[in-house]
């Protein structure tokens, strides 16, 4: 598939890229695309299923197909910590790295995806302890999402610690690391990424 957007936007070098920064970047642009029809769910779900993406779980467009094709209403759960590989999560601390470096980039793939798969709510739950830092870091950034909203009636990304009681709805679980390459593959096509030999250097966001 080729790619829907222009070519992408160089992230700024060094440190935590805060909302002003990430927007003036071209931040969000994608998910208000997808918003405003430019770009079609169907799309998105092609572009993942061809671009090869997965997690620990398995290819990730058979989970955002389960989803998407389930009931509504539907969630989405984003876990970080120690043992997000047996979650849906990321193994290791990539998503963690992340979302500390580069916080609205995932934000913004957890958006995309949520819109795919037509989940009404976001859970993103730090696991294990020892996340004061990226919890007070993240809750900042995210009222200033809340105060800019993309657009009017955007999923509410609830940030939790611990574990959380099961979903009774349908529920997209998926990694930090898994959900910060959707807009790569929207913006650079999903041939582009299934291509690479190796993952992108994670300190180049």
């Excluded at 989803?67 to 963690?96: I, K, T």
């Excluded at 580069?102 to 730090?126: D, K, Q, T, Y």
């Excluded at 611990?162 to 096509?189: F, K, N």
Aim: hydrophobic share 40%; with cysteine; glycine share 14%.
């Amino acid at each position: 598939m080729r790619p829907v957007v222009s070519p992408r936007t160089p992230a700024a070098p060094g440190g935590a890229i805060g909302h002003a920064a990430y927007v003036e970047r071209g931040g969000y642009r994608l998910l208000k695309r997808c918003v405003a029809g430019e770009i079609e769910a169907d799309m998105v779900l092609r572009s993942v299923e061809e671009s090869g993406l997965c997690d620990a779980q398995g290819p990730a467009a058979t989970q955002w197909l389960r989803v998407h094709q389930a009931s509504a209403p539907r969630a989405m759960e984003v876990c970080v910590g120690r043992d997000e590989g047996g979650r849906g999560g990321d193994a290791g601390g990539s998503g963690r790295m992340l979302l500390t470096r580069n916080p609205h980039r995932c934000f913004e793939g957890m958006l995309i995806a949520a819109w795919a798969v037509g989940a009404s709510s976001i859970r993103l739950l730090l696991q294990r302890g020892g996340h004061a830092a990226l919890q007070a870091l993240l809750a900042g950034e995210l009222v200033k999402l809340r105060r800019r909203r993309p657009y009017p009636g955007m999923p509410e990304i609830a940030l939790g610690c611990g574990d959380a009681p099961p979903s009774a709805l349908p529920t997209l679980r998926q990694g930090v690391e898994t959900l910060y390459w959707v807009p790569d593959i929207l913006d650079g096509g999903a041939e582009w990424f299934a291509l690479q030999r190796r993952r992108p250097v994670v300190a180049a966001v």
